[in-house]
């Protein structure tokens, strides 16, 4: 089992910026791939960004390309953290915020990854 908790959500003007943080623990916690997801009113859960499992490469969806950033952190020995950099925030990026934790699979399927956090509000107002 893999604990995922998001926290750094918020109100932000539009333009503005927000990190989100989310930390991973349990067993094996370090062997699984990292990716964020969103969900905004009355939508699917939207892929945003993840990374491979070695952490080099990362992957975004076009909607976030050039403002938003996914990295990891994996300096701690049992707490492994996953962060979202988001510049440039519009309306529009206005969702829950969730990561999540992938053994295998496509990293843009959310039927793709094994664990979840319960999500963190963003809100960018205009």
């Known amino acids: 089992q893999v604990q995922l908790v998001e926290s750094g959500g918020g109100l932000v003007q539009a333009g503005g910026s927000l990190r989100l943080s989310c930390a991973a623990s349990?067993?094996?916690?370090?062997?699984?791939?990292m990716g964020w997801f969103r969900r905004a009113p009355g939508k699917e859960r939207e892929f945003i960004a993840a990374?491979?499992?070695?952490?080099?490469?990362?992957?975004?969806?076009a909607s976030v390309k050039g403002r938003f950033t996914i990295s990891r952190d994996d300096t701690q020995n049992t707490v492994y953290r996953a962060y979202l950099q988001m510049n440039s925030l519009k309306p529009e990026d206005t969702a829950v915020y969730f990561c999540?934790?992938?053994?295998?699979?496509?990293?843009?399927?959310?039927?793709?990854?094994?664990?979840w956090g319960q999500g963190t509000q963003v809100t960018v107002s205009s």
């Open positions: 999540g934790a992938r053994a295998r699979g496509s990293y843009d399927l959310a039927s793709s990854y094994d664990f």
């Open positions: 990374l491979n499992w070695s952490a080099v490469s990362a992957y975004y969806a």
């Open positions: 349990g067993r094996s916690a370090s062997a699984y791939a």
